[in-house]
């Protein structure tokens, strides 16, 4: 009966990893159509179209997929999704930008609203002055060395490299962003990602339970269909960023 009982929770496992990677394709899918929405629908000439089929990419999200989503916002019954922020504070004081993409503006701002104070935290208050608004390129650290990639940056017009022993991240203007990882692409291939972030100018140091609670904050966030990427200026210890996503 073991042996059952362990198949069952693979199988249960399994289910659950199936139903996040349909609800990833999904908001991959619906950031593309959107993408295409708002400007050409060709990734050479729309740097926002180009960078969504990158991550989308990222995520092995199939090639019909992606065409489908693309082919969706020409479309006449296209949803009309509006792109929304919130902003607000979470467990420990840390600050926190929510992107979302949404055709019922009241439904995810009450949505959202309701989970920031189910987790302690309060929508609301402006942070978005805590966060530089900036085109991220990353690369594995495989593809060159720090110099070699810090070279490659300066030269792409970029204004900040970060190399680790995992990945290069490189930084530059919004608006840049598709000239400079076109550049870098004829160097050292396609980036894993590209795409625009929110950079956190200082870190908010947190522990504890509100360490806990903010984790589970961030995933719920996270998990909601409308939402697209969830953004916090935390700093966190290795033992408890471990302990809390294991």
């Given at each position: 009966m073991a042996g059952h009982s362990q198949f069952k929770n693979i199988m249960?496992?399994?289910?659950?990893?199936?139903?996040?990677?349909?609800?990833?394709?999904?908001?991959?899918?619906?950031?593309?159509?959107?993408?295409?929405?708002?400007?050409?629908?060709?990734?050479?000439?729309?740097?926002?179209?180009?960078?969504?089929?990158?991550?989308?990419?990222?995520?092995?999200?199939?090639?019909?997929?992606?065409?489908?989503?693309?082919k969706k916002a020409q479309g006449a019954d296209a949803a009309n999704y509006e792109e929304v922020r919130y902003e607000g504070r979470g467990p420990g004081g840390v600050a926190l930008i929510v992107e979302a993409l949404t055709d019922n503006r009241n439904r995810t701002a009450s949505d959202v609203?309701?989970?920031?104070?189910?987790?302690?935290?309060?929508?609301?208050?402006?942070?978005?002055?805590?966060?530089?608004?900036?085109?991220q390129i990353q690369y594995p650290a495989a593809t060159a060395s720090a110099d070699?990639?810090?070279?490659?940056?300066?030269?792409?017009?970029?204004?900040?490299?970060?190399?680790?022993?995992?990945?290069?991240?490189?930084?530059?203007?919004?608006?840049?962003?598709?000239?400079?990882?076109?550049?870098?692409?004829?160097?050292?291939?396609?980036?894993?990602?590209?795409?625009?972030?929110?950079?956190p100018q200082t870190g908010v140091p947190v522990e504890g339970d509100a360490a806990e609670t903010l984790v589970t904050l961030i995933e719920a966030l996270d998990d909601h269909d409308d939402v697209q990427t969830v953004y916090a200026n935390f700093e966190m210890s290795d033992a408890t960023m471990a302990k809390l996503t294991a």
């Open positions: 249960f496992r399994k289910g659950a990893q199936d139903a996040k990677r349909s609800k990833l394709f999904s908001k991959l899918g619906r950031e593309i159509t959107v993408a295409a929405k708002s400007g050409l629908p060709d990734p050479e000439h729309n740097a926002k179209l180009r960078a969504a089929i990158i991550a989308a990419r990222k995520e092995s999200m199939p090639r019909d997929s992606i065409e489908r989503a693309i609203r309701s989970l920031f104070s189910k987790y302690s935290g309060q929508m609301g208050e402006t942070v978005a002055y805590m966060f530089d608004r900036l085109g070699q990639m810090l070279d490659a940056a300066i030269e792409a017009g970029a204004d900040d490299c970060q190399s680790t022993d995992q990945t290069h991240d490189l930084f530059c203007a919004p608006d840049d962003l598709a000239e400079v990882a076109r550049a870098l692409e004829k160097r050292f291939g396609p980036p894993a990602s590209a795409k625009f972030v929110w950079r």
